[in-house]
Antibody, heavy 121, light 107 residues
Framework: EVQLVESGGGLVQPGGSLRLSCAAS????????IDWVRQAPGTGLEGIAR??????????EYAASVKGRFTILRDESKNSLYLQMNSLRTEDTAVYYC????????????WGQGTQVTVSS | DIQMTQSPSSVSASVGDRVTISCRAS??????LAWYQQKPGKAPKLLIY???NLQSGVPSRFAGSGSGTDFTLTISSLQPEDFATYFC?????????FGQGTKVDIK
């Protein structure tokens, strides 16, 4: 079964850091683009970061809202990805999903179950 | 960024009803549009891609249409398991943006 499982969410103070993990199973993650999408009550769903596949040198792209603060990392040996989040703000509070990008277009299937990140003092 | 606007924001319907949800993009996205279904506490699930293609395993009562800036998701005969929130997503240019969602609930 093709699956993505996120972990690492939690409560962090503004200005703090957190690293989310995304473990892939049932497929070779290095063959695929993997994105991070977040969902916050006020702002809805938002695509925030992309990691292209190995053949595209794992290049990355970030939305303006997180650029310079968030970084996607990959670990081929663990078939996993990570989202390193620094300088967190209250507006980063959301459920974070990792998603596999279709090879036919920029739609997402499957999604992980999501991990909650809460930024609050 | 491309803005996606869905209407209505909510719809009350009965089992067997035909339900239509609209999605408008602030600029043309050709057929680069997807639809997702989300149930409470769960991740979104892909229903339709490339505006009108049914994802494998999705019942044929779901159909998508449109191109450019105006798109429609139709559920031909609403089933109990279809009560959920539906989102459109433009897949034309990064950052990928989503509609605010349409909640389909029981009348």
């Amino acid at each position: 079964e093709v699956q993505l499982v996120e972990s690492g969410g939690g409560l962090v103070q503004p200005g703090g850091s957190l690293r989310l993990s995304c473990a892939a199973s049932g497929f070779i993650s290095s063959d695929y683009y993997i994105d991070w999408v977040r969902q916050a009550p006020g702002t809805g769903l938002e695509g925030i970061a992309r990691s292209r596949n190995k053949i595209n040198s794992y290049t990355t792209e970030y939305a303006a809202s997180v650029k310079g603060r968030f970084t996607i990392l990959r670990d081929e040996s663990k078939n996993s990805l990570y989202l390193q989040m620094n300088s967190l703000r209250t507006e980063d509070t959301a459920v974070y999903y990792c998603v596999r990008v279709s090879m036919a277009g920029n739609w997402f299937d499957p999604w992980g179950q999501g991990t909650q990140v809460t930024v609050s003092s | 960024d491309i803005q996606m606007t869905q209407s209505p924001s909510s719809v009350s319907a009965s089992v067997g009803d035909r339900v239509t949800i609209s999605c408008r993009a602030s600029q043309g996205v050709s057929s680069w549009l997807a639809w997702y279904q989300q149930k409470p506490g769960k991740a979104p699930k892909l229903l339709i891609y490339a505006a009108s293609n049914l994802q494998s395993g999705v019942p044929s009562r779901f159909a998508g249409s449109g191109s450019g800036t105006d798109f429609t998701l139709t559920i031909s005969s609403l089933q109990p398991e279809d009560f959920a929130t539906y989102f459109c997503q433009q897949a034309n240019s990064f950052p990928w943006t989503f509609g605010q969602g349409t909640k389909v609930d029981i009348k």
